[in-house]
C-alpha cells in the first residue's frame, strides 16, 4: 500500500495533505483532477451551474448526501449548510429553489408531513459521474480507487462513498481554514472556482505544480463557457491581484505568485488526500458487509 493510502489513516489530516504533495505523481493528480472538473462543466451545463462557487456546491452534494441521510427537507438543509461555514441558512433556501429549477430536485408532499425533496435521475446522474471524475483523479496517485470509479454507477456503492466523504467533509470545516485567502479569492465568487481549475491546468504532468509560468487567459472565451461576462473574470483575477494571489497583466496573462503557489497547491492536496481517504474507507466499509452477508449466509 502506497503512501497516499497510509495517510488517508493518520489522525491528523494536514498530515495526509503534506504526504500527498510528497508524491512524485501529485502534479500529474492534481492537473488530472483539474480537468476533469472542467470535462463535467463541459459535459453537462446544469453542473456547470452548481460548481460556479462553494456556496452552489455545498447545496447540491447535501442535497444529495441527505437524500441518503434521513430524507432532504429545507430545515436539514438549512442546518448542514450553515455548519459548514460555506453559506448561510438563509442562502440555502434560495439554492434548494435553484436546484429545484435544474431539476435536480423535486418537491414531495406526504400527509400531515413537511414538505421534502427527492433528488431526479438527472441529478444523481450527474453527480455520480462528477464523483466518478474526481475519484479517476485520486487513483492516479492510489489505483486501488480505480474498482471504486467502476462501481460508482450501483447506488449502494454510490450512497455509502458519498455518505462518508460529506461526513469528512463536514467534520474538517469545524477546524482553522487551511488555505487562508483562497475562499475569498475563488471559491466564493461566481465562476470562481472554474478559474482557480483553468489555473491549475496549465503546465505538463511532470513540471512542479501549479506552474510558475504566465497563464494565458482569454477572458472573452472564458466568460461565455461559464456563462458570466468578461468583466467579471477580470475582477476575480484583479481580486485575487490584491491578495497577493497572482499578478494579472490586465491583457489575459496571469501569473501565480510564490503565496499563490503554496496555496493551491494545499488546496489539491487536500481535496486529492480527502478523495483517497474516503475511497479507502468506502471499500473497507463496502468489503465488511459483503463479509458479513457471506458469514450470514455459509
Known amino acids: ?43 453537462d451545463q446544469r453542473f456547470c451551474a452548481v460548481s460556479k462557487d462553494a456556496g ?20 436539514r438543509l438549512k442546518t448542514i449548510c450553515a455548519a459548514s461555514g460555506f453559506l448561510s441558512a438563509g442562502r440555502a433556501r434560495s439554492l434548494l429553489q435553484f436546484l429545484v429549477h435544474l431539476g435536480y ?27 466518478q471524475l474526481a475519484l479517476l483523479a485520486a487513483a492516479v496517485l492510489e489505483p486501488s480507487l480505480q474498482s471504486l470509479c467502476d462501481g460508482l454507477d450501483q447506488p449502494p456503492i ?5 455518505g462518508i466523504q460529506a461526513t469528512r467533509l463536514y467534520t474538517l470545516t469545524q477546524s482553522p481554514d487551511p488555505v487562508p485567502g483562497l475562499r475569498e479569492a475563488f471559491l466564493h465568487p461566481r465562476a470562481g472556482t472554474q478559474i482557480l481549475w483553468l489555473l491549475a491546468v496549465a503546465g505538463e504532468h511532470d513540471q512542479p505544480f501549479p506552474t510558475a509560468a504566465p497563464v494565458r487567459l482569454k477572458l472573452s472565451r472564458i466568460a461565455a463557457r461559464f456563462h458570466v461576462t ?55 466499509a463496502l468489503a465488511g458487509v459483503a463479509q458479513t452477508r457471506a458469514s450470514r449466509d455459509a
Open 1 to 43: 500500500m502506497n503512501d497516499a493510502r497510509s495517510a488517508s489513516a493518520d489522525a491528523d489530516p494536514k498530515s495526509a495533505w503534506h504526504v500527498v504533495m510528497s508524491q512524485p505523481r501529485f502534479p500529474a493528480a492534481a492537473r488530472r483532477l483539474a480537468a476533469n472538473m472542467l470535462q463535467a462543466c463541459d459535459e
Open 56 to 75: 452552489h456546491y455545498v447545496a447540491a452534494m447535501s442535497a444529495a448526501y441527505l437524500h441518503g441521510a434521513g430524507g432532504l427537507t429545507l430545515a
Open 105 to 131: 430536485l423535486q418537491a414531495s408532499q406526504a400527509q400531515g408531513r413537511a414538505l421534502s425533496y427527492l433528488p431526479t435521475a438527472l441529478f444523481l446522474a450527474a453527480w455520480q459521474r462528477h464523483l
Open 158 to 162: 454510490f450512497a455509502a462513498f458519498l
Open 230 to 284: 468578461h468583466v467579471h473574470v477580470r475582477r476575480v483575477l484583479q481580486h485575487a491581484e490584491s491578495l497577493g494571489l497572482l499578478e494579472y497583466d490586465g491583457h489575459g496573462s496571469a501569473q501565480l505568485s510564490g503565496i499563490g503557489r503554496d496555496t493551491i497547491r494545499l488546496h489539491f492536496a487536500f481535496q486529492l488526500a480527502e478523495l483517497a481517504a474516503s475511497g479507502a474507507d468506502t471499500l473497507r
